[in-house]
């Protein structure tokens, strides 16, 4: 059974008013402080308010991630949102439906138990009494506490909720303009932002007059600091004038970064905070008869998205109104308030969707960039767009990691022991994390607003480096964590943030385990795992890709697991591929269990994309770096996965609809890259346990072994 227990966000938000109300038309106006990135998640609260509700999904307008008209509910992060918004939703719900139920039979004189709902009309032993929730609107009100106690409907009575209805964002996505970099104002301002190619550096020389002129006379600047703008009314020609400062803009300072800080082992040389030791389980007295141990590691990863950052701003009559892609509008506010030493609510921050979201990328730095130029052009809406190359040259990167992994194993090769020592700068630099602004342009700015030292994401927020440090499995961990407290380069969350590499590391020894007690890689891991969902996974991934039958010369499987954050949807995973120039991978199963499933399709799309996107990180993905910046700031220098290159991918589902739903958004990622690196290691007879798996990696193995 799913439990009544408040969602943090209702205990953030506690009053019914904020959440929902009941406009004429018969309309109801839901709200939430969760935001639409890709994931589906507006449908799936449309479809939990149906279903508590008792109406037509298209009667639901959805206001998302507005800071003058939702709730507070700070980043869509985390693959929390349907536990926390849709918890929060699916009580408030549930609550009005049965203070509407009371109000009409306090009315129509008769029990509440007389009376149902139906399409939002309110009907006496199945005949229709004349009232509706519109006509009851003003006798309840809504401006008081949700209790949460209202009973929510069991899993046997959805009708909405488990099916897979049309996601409302996807008709203008397919034929329309519904990003962000599609807005357009009357009279807007265009606008591009030079920022320093790396942090600490300062501007020696600015050609302004250049810039001007190649301008067409028709640009401005607006300066403050190292940050520079270049703002007109014409697109092109501000792009050319921006073009201009970035070839002639002399810089000097700052920090020192060469080809090496690409390299995860380059996070051994910088400053570490204290190691923080973790224990997990009591070890035996059982005496180990040997020992083997491994490392591996993942690079910096750029966000990669199709579209670069954009956002737009208008100052006026002293309020800053922002239009942003970004994950968490509240906390932008607040930093955007700082930085710009306004009072926060002057600052009117309202989210609008971008063109690919994987975690903290530029969208809060564009639009802070939109509103230092809209604040010296008062009364004008200014739109900032990147470039690519600021998109992967300056926006913040996914962390690198280091992890070594070590087991003492008894005879039959089963661990007694087992460390996990990572090595890692921090995962959670976004805007209002430890009171920090974090936003490129407001260092940049001549008074720029102090910011504490880093911190990265603790245990109880689902941990940052730490992330999946922990596995599974049914044995005692210890889990050491070095923190990167001064790294120079700028890293903040990346989908998933340390699980990928922790996955793949600890997956990768699993498989490496097995090889050493002669065991099958499927066998084994089921021989050290108790918990039945995990092994329900564990096993339909196999039986669906027909572990252990014979593949064609040259094809090779690997098989992963894990659970995401050890509390999120379990995904046990399956890669079949070929090992030839490079690496192709042709097929992927995975087996997934996240409990309630509110919309199956939505959940396959999470499932399948970031298999996708493993598959892109593993093989090809990594920021470079040379004299002193990052180098790899175009597609041609930081190749993604092609569209020729996506695997086939078969999805299976197996939550029942009786358990809560578990988050889903980065299951994925983990498996399928391990599963990939197990894959490799059984092509080619030689472990890898560097990503990305690269041709120049390959041989450089193959050559040592």
């Given amino acids: 059974m799913i439990p009544n227990a408040l969602p943090q966000s209702l205990v953030d938000n506690p009053r019914i008013d904020q959440w929902i109300s009941f406009p004429s038309g018969g309309r109801v106006a839901l709200r939430t402080g969760k935001v639409e990135l890709g994931q589906g998640l507006l449908t799936a609260l449309l479809q939990i308010a149906a279903d508590e509700l008792d109406v037509a999904a298209a009667r639901i307008l959805l206001t998302s991630g507005d800071t003058e008209a939702a709730p507070n509910e700070g980043y869509t992060a985390g693959s929390r949102s349907v536990e926390l918004s849709g918890g929060a939703i699916r009580l408030v719900c549930a609550e009005v439906r049965a203070l509407m139920l009371e109000a009409a039979a306090e009315r129509l004189g008769c029990p509440a138990r007389a009376l149902s709902v139906s399409d939002g009309a309110i009907l006496r032993d199945g005949v229709e009494s004349g009232l509706d929730y519109w006509t009851l609107a003003e006798a309840v009100n809504l401006a008081r506490t949700a209790s949460g106690t209202a009973p929510a409907k069991p899993a046997a009575a959805l009708r909405v909720v488990g099916t897979d209805v049309p996601r409302r964002d996807l008709p203008d996505k397919l034929g329309g303009a519904p990003f962000i970099q599609d807005i357009s104002f009357p009279g807007m301002l265009h606008a591009r932002v030079l920022h320093r190619p790396r942090k600490g550096a300062h501007i020696a020389h600015l050609d302004e007059a250049g810039a001007l002129r190649a301008g067409h006379g028709s640009v401005s600047l607006v300066r403050s600091g190292d940050l ?9 020609q501000v792009d050319a004038a921006c073009k201009r400062l970035r070839e002639r803009t002399q810089w000097e300072g700052g920090v020192t970064i060469n080809a090496a800080d690409g390299e995860a082992t380059s996070l051994l040389s910088r400053p570490l905070a204290p190691a923080r030791v973790i224990h997990q389980g009591q070890a035996g007295d059982a005496p180990a008869t040997s020992r083997i141990e491994a490392t591996y590691s993942k690079p910096y990863i750029a966000h990669g998205s199709i579209a670069p950052s954009c956002a737009l701003a208008r100052f006026e009559d002293g309020r800053l109104t922002i239009w942003t892609h970004s994950q968490g509008v509240f906390l932008l506010r607040g930093a955007v308030a700082r930085a710009l030493k306004l009072p926060a609510e002057a600052v009117h921050v309202i989210h609008h969707q971008g063109a690919g979201c994987y975690g903290h990328n530029g969208a809060d730095d564009a639009a802070f960039d939109a ?3 809209a604040m010296a052009r008062p009364g004008q809406t200014v739109r900032v767009l990147w470039t690519r190359e600021d998109e992967l040259g300056v926006a913040p990167f996914g962390a690198a990691m280091q992890v070594k992994v070590s087991a003492d194993l008894d005879d039959d090769g089963r661990p007694l022991a087992w460390t996990q020592e990572i090595w890692s700068p921090t995962h959670a630099a976004r805007p209002g994390i430890n009171g920090a602004v974090n936003l490129l342009g407001a260092q940049e700015m001549e008074d720029p607003p102090q910011d504490p030292p880093p911190i990265d994401l603790n245990e109880a927020a689902g941990g940052g480096a730490t ?7 049914d044995f ?13 380069i700028r890293t903040s969350s990346m989908r998933g943030l340390g699980a990928f590499a922790n996955v793949f590391a600890i997956e990768s020894f699993m498989d490496e385990l097995a090889e050493a007690a002669g065991a099958d890689p499927v066998a084994y891991r089921l ?5 039945r969902r995990a092994r329900a996974v564990i096993e339909t991934a196999a039986q669906m890709s027909g572990w252990g039958a014979a593949t064609p010369d040259g094809v090779a499987r690997g098989f992963a ?6 509390f999120a949807a379990y995904l046990a995973a399956v890669v079949e591929l070929k090992v030839d120039e490079d690496v192709r991978v042709s097929r992927v199963w995975c087996a997934v269990d996240a409990g309630r499933v509110i919309n199956p399709d939505g959940a396959r799309n999470q499932i399948e994309g970031g298999a996708i996107q493993a598959t892109s990180w593993a093989l090809k993905e990594q920021v470079r770096f040379a004299d002193g910046q990052v180098v790899s700031n175009r597609w041609e220098t930081y190749p993604i996965l092609r569209f020729s290159e996506v695997p086939e991918i078969e999805t299976r589902l197996l939550g029942t609809p009786e358990d809560p739903p578990l988050g889903i958004g980065e299951v994925s990622q983990g498996p399928v890259g391990a599963a990939i690196g197990n894959a490799v290691a059984s092509a080619l007879g030689v472990r890898l346990r560097h990503l990305p798996l690269t041709r120049e990696r390959i041989m450089a193995a193959l050559l040592e072994a």
């Fill in 228 to 236: 520079v703008a270049v703002v007109g009314e014409r697109e092109w």
């Fill in 467 to 473: 992330r999946n440090g922990f596995s599974l499995y």
């Fill in 561 to 566: 697991f894990s659970r995401y954050k050890n």
């Fill in 476 to 488: 005692p961990q210890t889990m050491v964590h070095h923190f990167v407290a001064d790294n120079p």
């Fill in 371 to 373: 509103a230092f130029v």
């Fill in 527 to 531: 021989s050290l795992m108790n918990d």
